[in-house]
């Protein structure tokens, strides 16, 4: 803990104005820009960035704190917090007991699918159908930003139409195409679902695209390559950041969806539709096992984003054209 918070203070203490730097084996003092974020502005610029700093803080302690309630419940004896009542389950544990992590491996499960089961179909359905489901946005909107065709328009005009109906108006329609298609509970067909190209990916890949400067293809085409050349070894190289951003938001969004799953495919119980299933018919001192299960669940993606943070939050558009 000491460690943590030293730490901590090295990336927010004020910085020094000076700062050595070796240069051919001597140390040089060298000027420091010593401007923060808010020095950097004046007068009611700071009031509107302090106050937003202060929302956007709390916001995120909002969304910390039930990460933090399950932590901290999953740790305490499933007897005690049974008979802990109101404002007593806001509390810390007197004892820690990490052997409720154990026990989510051999006493969380719903019928037939244990935990090791559904962790293993939400692997399946999460990451091999997200990068497939996400290969043909990004060839479309190459496509549509750099090239022209006579009805680029009309599918453009289709596209925006129908990404602005509602899900719920499209649910029946798709239920019903994936039962008379054989796609219905198909564990290999979920693959052929995730083909759609019109969705807001694509659009944030054809502004990607369009962003790329059409001089490297030209460059290519000087020394001989083809269309493939271009797209594969240097339009998408340049669109890798992005992808890998949608990537991790697609991904997500695929581990906790557990609507899609119940509808589609009831058979294979993923984490989201297993832990679902478990909390509905939950019952008093099996809370905490059920807690350690559902923070298990969170965890892979709060470390990917703490891990990944910095890199999605840069600027993705970096050209590379000099001169």
């Known amino acids: 803990m000491k460690e943590f918070f030293s730490n901590l203070w090295q990336k927010i203490k004020p910085k020094k104005k000076v700062r050595w730097v070796n240069i051919n084996g001597k140390k040089v003092k060298v000027p420091r820009d010593n401007q923060t974020v808010l020095t950097k502005r004046k007068g009611v610029e700071k009031v509107i960035f302090g106050t937003v700093c202060v929302f956007f803080s709390i916001y995120a302690i909002m969304l910390l704190y039930p990460l933090f309630y399950l932590a901290v419940n999953s740790l305490e004896d499933s007897v005690v917090y049974a008979l802990k009542e109101g404002s007593e389950k806001f509390g810390l544990p007197e004892q820690l007991h990490f052997s409720n992590y154990v026990k989510v491996f051999t006493q969380l499960q719903f019928e037939d699918s244990t935990f090791m089961s559904m962790l293993f179909n939400t692997l399946f359905y999460t990451f091999i159908p997200t990068a497939y489901g996400l290969f043909w946005p990004t060839l479309n909107g190459y496509v549509f930003a750099k090239y022209n065709f006579k009805i680029k328009g009309v599918l453009y005009a ?84 992005a992808i890998a951003v949608l990537y991790i938001t697609a991904a997500e969004n695929q581990w906790n969806d557990y609507q899609s799953m119940l509808l589609y495919h009831p058979s294979d119980l993923t984490l989201a539709t297993g832990l679902y299933y478990i909390g509905s018919f939950l019952k008093r001192g099996g809370e905490t096992i059920y807690y350690a299960g559902l923070f298990m669940s969170a965890l892979p993606f709060v470390i990917i984003y703490m891990c990944c943070c910095e890199s999605m939050m840069k600027n993705v558009s970096i050209g590379g054209l000099k001169g």
């Open 158 to 241: 289709i596209a925006i139409t129908c990404m602005t109906l509602p899900i719920m108006g499209t649910g029946g329609a798709a239920f019903k195409l994936r039962l008379d298609l054989g796609m219905y509970d198909n564990r290999w067909a979920f693959l052929i679902g995730g083909t759609g190209s019109f969705d807001s990916r694509w659009l944030i890949l054809l502004g990607i695209f369009k962003g790329i400067p059409w001089s490297y293809a030209e460059a290519v085409y000087i020394d001989g390559g083809n269309d493939f050349t271009v797209f594969f070894k240097i339009m998408l190289p340049q669109a890798l950041p």
